[in-house]
C-alpha cells in the first residue's frame, strides 16, 4: 500500500471518498467492538485507560473540576493512539499519515481552546487576558495559529516517516525483521499520542485557568468601587 499518495477508494452521492476517510471509518469500527469485547471479558482495563487518561490531563490542567474537559482530550488521546496504531494491521494505513487529518485534529483543539475560554470567563474577560497588553494582541494571535501548525506538522511527521521506513524493510525483507521497527513505531504512536493529549490540555489550562497576578488584579478592581463608596 502507498502511504505517501491518499487516492479515493470509492463514491457516495457524487462524493468521493479518500482512503484516509474509509481507514478512519475502519479504526471507528474497531475502536466500538475493541470497547465492548474489553467491557465485557476484561472491564479492568478499560479503567486502567481512563485513568491513564485522567493522569496525562490532571498533571497539566490545572483545575478543581476535570469533567467538562475529559471528554475532548480522552477522545483526542485515544483517537491518536487508534489511528497511529492502526497501520499495524496488514492492508491498512493510519489516518494519521495523512496532513488533512492531523490538521484537522489541531483545528479541532484551536477552536476548543477558545470555547472552554470564553465559556470560563466569558467574550469580553476572555479578550481581555488575550490581548493584555494590548500591543501584544497581534503575537498572541500568530502564535495561536503558530501553534495550530506546530501540531499538525509534527503528529503527520512523526507517523508518515515511521510507516514509509516499515514499508520500505518490509518489502526488502517481508518476515520477521521489520517486527522491531513495528514495535518502535507502536511506541512512537503512543508517545505523539500522549504528546499531542498533553499540549492540547496545556493549551487549554492556558486559556481556562486565571494566573495569580491576574486574580489580584480582579480582586483590586472589584474593591475600588467599594472604597469609593465607603
Known amino acids: ?13 457524487g462524493i468521493p471518498i479518500r482512503d484516509t476517510v474509509v481507514m478512519t471509518w475502519i479504526m471507528m469500527a474497531l475502536i466500538v467492538v475493541i470497547v465492548l ?10 479503567e486502567l485507560l481512563f485513568d491513564l487518561i ?22 483526542l488521546f485515544i483517537f491518536v493512539l487508534s489511528a497511529n496504531w492502526l497501520s499495524i494491521i496488514p492492508g491498512l494505513s493510519s489516518p494519521t499519515s495523512d496532513v488533512n487529518t492531523t ?26 487576558a488575550f490581548s493584555d497588553p494590548v500591543f501584544l494582541f497581534p503575537l498572541e494571535l500568530i502564535s495561536h495559529f503558530s501553534r495550530t501548525l506546530s501540531l499538525t506538522l509534527r503528529l503527520f511527521g512523526n507517523i508518515l516517516s515511521g510507516d514509509i521506513i516499515v514499508a520500505i524493510v ?7 525483521v ?17 504528546i499531542l493529549t498533553t499540549l492540547a490540555s496545556l493549551y487549554v489550562s492556558s486559556a481556562v485557568v486565571i494566573s495569580k497576578n491576574d486574580e489580584k488584579a480582579r480582586e483590586k478592581n472589584k474593591l475600588q468601587p467599594t472604597e469609593r463608596k465607603a
Open 54 to 75: 485522567y493522569g496525562i490531563v490532571d498533571s497539566v490542567l490545572d483545575v478543581e473540576n476535570l469533567t467538562p474537559y475529559l471528554p475532548l482530550l480522552g477522545s
Open 1 to 13: 500500500m502507498n502511504v505517501i499518495k491518499h487516492e479515493d477508494l470509492i463514491t457516495i452521492l
Open 170 to 176: 518490509f518489502s526488502l525483507i517481508p518476515l520477521i
Open 178 to 194: 521489520p517486527l522491531p521497527l513495528i514495535a518502535l513505531g507502536m511506541f512512537s504512536g503512543a508517545l505523539q499520542a500522549f
Open 37 to 46: 469485547i474489553l467491557r465485557k471479558k476484561i472491564p479492568h482495563l478499560l
Open 103 to 128: 490538521f484537522a485534529l489541531a483545528l479541532i483543539v484551536f477552536f476548543s481552546v477558545h470555547f472552554y475560554g470564553i465559556k470560563t470567563h466569558g467574550v469580553i474577560g476572555y479578550l481581555k
